[in-house]
């Protein structure tokens, strides 16, 4: 058994290199080629939900080939290798839902990093937007039918309500607190383009510099009309991070988020009983309220 299968790879290998394949790029089109080829003749293609030790090899080179731009762009040259890639893994693809799956959990190199295929976003796309801070395919043709398979498997294509969430989550999950961008994306999400999308639900979506991202029930537009209370609450003022944005930014968020603390009857509670912690506190060991600088008993009991 272990010759026959040693005789059926190195028949399945090519025999020799392409013209011309002193770069990855032509040799992974070379690859995908002889594979058109030899499901032409009948071959079965590797089940990528099977237990054989070859899925783990291949899934952890096809990832690097899938997020080739070169990749894409010789593959759509070829309308016989192109209609193989549609009828393997495009949206309409017969049992094509699995293999779509796995395909966009491939590892794919980022930095010092991996991500999965389905964090890439398209360069032409969402440069503009995200500058260095997004995971790109980059050098894809633009072409109606590569940009379609690579939605189908979770590449961000286009802006749109989703995408833009998307790098919304991304940010979260990578720990960027970039206020600027996230003000445009808040921007964006608001200015009437998607009018399906009316608040972010109860995700952690809005961004506080030293905070992280919180859900819009745990902020509001304005601070507490007392200072001692603004320090000892624990929902975020979004004014003193945004409003330097204009209306544009401005808007969605005090649609999104309540006006002031003083409007909600738990913020208030909750802060008077961190107040008065604060004002009981030991001198020497003074409450720092939600991470906030220290309250000295004495400025919390004046007030």
Aim: aromatic content about 8%; overall charge negative.
């Amino acid at each position: 058994a272990a010759k026959a299968r040693d005789l059926a790879e190195r028949v399945a290998q090519p025999p020799v290199e392409p013209d011309g394949a002193d770069t990855p790029e032509l040799e992974r089109d070379w690859q995908l080629g002889w594979e058109v080829f030899l499901c032409a003749l009948g071959c079965a293609p590797l089940d990528p939900t099977g237990d054989d030790s070859a899925c783990v090899e291949v899934s952890l080179m096809l990832g690097a080939t899938l997020s080739s731009g070169t990749f894409w762009s010789e593959a759509a040259k070829s309308a016989r290798t192109f209609e193989y890639l549609c009828a393997a893994v495009g949206p309409r693809a017969k049992g094509g839902a699995v293999r779509r799956e796995w395909l966009r959990k491939l590892p794919v190199r980022f930095e010092q990093d991996y991500v999965a295929f389905d964090d890439l976003f398209l360069h032409s796309a969402f440069g503009g937007l995200g500058g260095g801070l997004l995971a790109y395919l980059r050098g894809a043709p633009d072409d109606a039918r590569v940009r379609e398979l690579l939605k189908s498997l979770g590449v961000a294509t286009q802006i749109s309500q989703c995408t833009l969430l998307k790098v919304l989550r991304w940010m979260r999950a990578r720990g960027i607190q970039d206020v600027g961008l996230a003000a445009d994306l808040y921007a964006r999400l608001g200015d009437g383009t998607f009018t399906a999308f009316d608040r972010p639900g109860d995700e952690e979506l809005i961004l506080v510099p030293g905070r992280g991202f919180l859900r819009p029930r745990d902020c509001t537009w304005k601070p507490f009309r007392s200072a001692l209370l603004q320090r000892c609450c624990i929902v975020e003022p979004l004014c003193e991070v945004y409003g330097r944005f204009g209306a544009a930014t401005e808007e969605p968020l005090k649609r999104w988020v309540r006006k002031s603390p003083d409007e909600a009857a738990g913020a208030v509670c909750h802060a008077l009983r961190e107040a008065i912690a604060c004002a009981r506190a030991d001198p020497g060991n003074p409450v720092c309220p939600f991470g906030r600088a220290a309250v000295m008993p004495e400025d919390a009991a004046e007030d």
